[in-house]
Nanobody, 119 residues
Framework: QVQLVESGGGLVQAGESLRLSCAAS????????IGWYRQAPGKQRELVAA???????NYADSVKGRFTISRDNAKNTVYLQMNSLKPEDTAVYYC?????????????WGQGTQVTVSS
């Protein structure tokens, strides 16, 4: 099992920046992909960005060029640098880790952190 704790959310104005952090603990060796999802009121949860063990990144089209995902393996932490924020980025942001131990696959979620962007 992997436990995830997000931090760094808050209220900012459009055009400003925020950096989210997700600290992982537990069986971190089993993480294959770790990333960020978001869910706005009345909408489905969507992938924002993800990074694999090999460093391959994947971004939603809506955040390409504005958001950057990175990971510090020594600290078991993944970051989401969000620049040029827009009101439509307002959502609860969740950290997600996919883990594989042998043939067992699991997906773990953090508790979420609120990001609010005012116009």
């Amino acid at each position: 099992q992997v436990q995830l704790v997000e931090s760094g959310g808050g209220l900012v104005q459009a055009g400003e920046s925020l950096r989210l952090s997700c600290a992982a603990s537990g069986s971190t060796f089993s993480i294959t992909v770790i990333g960020w999802y978001r869910q706005a009121p009345g909408k489905q949860r969507e992938l924002v960005a993800a990074i694999s063990n090999g460093g391959t990144t994947n971004y939603a089209d809506s955040v390409k060029g504005r958001f950057t995902i990175s990971r510090d393996n020594a600290k078991n932490t993944v970051y989401l640098q969000m620049n040029s924020l827009k009101p439509e980025d307002t959502a609860v942001y969740y950290c997600n880790a996919e883990t594989t131990i042998g043939s067992n696959y699991a997906s773990s979620w953090g508790q979420g952190t609120q990001v609010t962007v005012s116009s």
